[in-house]
C-alpha cells in the first residue's frame, strides 16, 4: 500500500493524493485501506520513510569506491536524480518532524542523509563542524533539484552544466573551509541526531 501510495504521489502530486484516491488506485474500498494504514498521516510519514530509505540508496551506492569531488558529484547527481524522477514521494520528506531519536522518520531520515555525511568526510571535515556541513550542502542540492522537478529553470544555459558549476562552487568551498580552521565556530548543537538528520 505505501509503494502505491507513493507511486501515485509522483504521478500526482503529493498534495492531491488522498486515502480516497490510493483506494481507487488499488481497487479496494476506502475503509479496507484502513486495515493497513492508520490514517492520511501514517500514509505521509510511511511515504516519507520510503523515500528517505530509497534516496540513502540511490546516493550510497553511487559514491561506492569514490571521494572527494567525486564522490560530492555523484551524491548530489544521485539526489537531483531521484527528486526529479520522484517528486511526489520526495515532498512527503518535506516539514515533518520526528517524535523522537526512535521515530521510523528518524531513523530514515538518518539513513537519507549519512551518504552525504560519508563525502563530507572525505573532505576531513570536522566533527564539530559536521552539522553546518551537512545543512549547507544538503539545502544547497535539494534546492536545485526541487527548483528542476517544478519547472524553476526557464533560462537557456543548459541545466546540467548550472549542475556542475555548482558542484565544483560547493567543492571549492569545503576544500577552503577545511584549509581554514577558524572559518566555522563549534556549534553547541553538532550532535542533534533528529535535527542534523533532517536537514534542518
Not at 500500500?1 to 503529493?14: H, K, N, P, S, T
Not at 521510523?104 to 571535515?125: H, N, T
Not at 543548459?158 to 577545511?178: C, H, K, Q, T
Amino acid at each position: 500500500m505505501v509503494a502505491a501510495g507513493a507511486a501515485l504521489a509522483d504521478e500526482i502530486g503529493f498534495t492531491e493524493l488522498t486515502m480516497g484516491r490510493l483506494a481507487e488506485r488499488v481497487g479496494v474500498r476506502a475503509p479496507s485501506l484502513y486495515k493497513h494504514i492508520a490514517s492520511q498521516d501514517d500514509l505521509h510519514r510511511r511515504i516519507a520513510a520510503l523515500a528517505f530509505d530509497e534516496a540513502g540508496v540511490a546516493i550510497g551506492t553511487a559514491i561506492q569506491g569514490l571521494a572527494g569531488r567525486d564522490a560530492l558529484a555523484a551524491a548530489a547527481g544521485a539526489l537531483r536524480d531521484f527528486v526529479v524522477t520522484h517528486p511526489g514521494r520526495y515532498a512527503a520528506t518535506l516539514g515533518l518532524t520526528p517524535t523522537g531519536p526512535d521515530d521510523p522518520i528518524a531513523l530514515a531520515a538518518g539513513r537519507g542523509i549519512s551518504p552525504f555525511a560519508a563525502v563530507l568526510r572525505g573532505y576531513d571535515i570536522p566533527p564539530q563542524e559536521m552539522t553546518h556541513a551537512l545543512r549547507a550542502v544538503r539545502s544547497v542540492f535539494h534546492g536545485f533539484a526541487h527548483l528542476q522537478a517544478s519547472g524553476g529553470f526557464q533560462w537557456s544555459a543548459d541545466i546540467g552544466e548550472s549542475f556542475e558549476y555548482l558542484i565544483d562552487l560547493i567543492d571549492r568551498g569545503l576544500r577552503s573551509a577545511v584549509a581554514d580552521p577558524a572559518a566555522v565556530p563549534d556549534p553547541a548543537d553538532a550532535t542533534a541526531p533528529a535535527e542534523q538528520a533532517m536537514g534542518q
